[in-house]
């Protein structure tokens, strides 16, 4: 049986996890299209504001960690398409632009949630920043020095929790 994972944060990597556990023998794959699995989005803002916390230390498990449980997952890999009919999916390399068709038993879509990013005139603008991923944690962190003045669109946890963050450092 070969179960096919798309996305490699915390629902699909606990979910291979948990299949592992379950049955020694499955072949388990996941595409994450990001450059990181398996980390801890719930201490981005303090990493991210906080020049002695590194980032790194969000991440919970290598791809090298999960390989050793035989479970293989391709960073920096997008799925594109799927195709119950066949059971493919249609994946890219990012890194490459390649795109390949890879078959499976089982499909998990583990692909999380998108923020919502309002048609404000002026929003892609480069220090316009948003906080979702560990690369928006990485590309945060490396603006903030040098910056006396933030503006924070969004007073949900994540807005009120980086506000307060700055606010002590
Ligand atoms: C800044 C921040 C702080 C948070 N703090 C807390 C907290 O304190 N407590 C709490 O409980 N929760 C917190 N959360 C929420 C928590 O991080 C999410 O609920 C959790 O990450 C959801 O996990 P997930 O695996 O479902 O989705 P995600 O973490 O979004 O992972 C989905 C993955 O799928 C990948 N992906 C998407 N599409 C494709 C595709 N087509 N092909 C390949 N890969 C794809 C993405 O790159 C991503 O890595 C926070 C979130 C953020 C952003």
Redesign the pocket.
């Known amino acids: 049986m070969k179960t096919v994972i ?7 990597m606990s979910s291979a996890a948990k299949l592992r556990r379950l049955n020694k023998t499955a072949e388990i794959r996941v ?4 450059s990181y699995l398996s980390y801890s ?2 201490g ?2 303090y990493s991210a504001a906080y020049e002695d916390r590194s980032i790194d230390r969000l991440i919970q498990r290598t791809p090298a960690d999960f390989e050793a449980s035989e479970i293989y997952p391709k960073l920096r ?4 398409k799927v195709n119950p009919g066949d059971k493919t999916v249609l994946v890219k390399n990012l890194d490459t632009g390649d795109e390949f068709f890879d078959t499976y038993d089982n499909l998990l879509i ?4 998108r923020p919502v990013i309002p048609e404000i005139p002026g929003i892609g603008l480069e220090n316009v920043l948003r ?3 560990i690369d928006d944690g990485i590309k945060l962190k490396s603006v903030l020095p040098g910056v006396n003045s933030v503006l924070i669109a969004g007073g949900g ?2 807005g009120v ?1 980086v506000a307060e963050t700055l606010a002590s450092v």
């Open positions: 798309i996305g490699g944060d915390a629902a699909g595409y994450e299209k990001g989005s719930c981005l803002p890999h997008e799925v594109l583990a692909t999380g949630a906080l979702k991923t946890y994540i929790e």
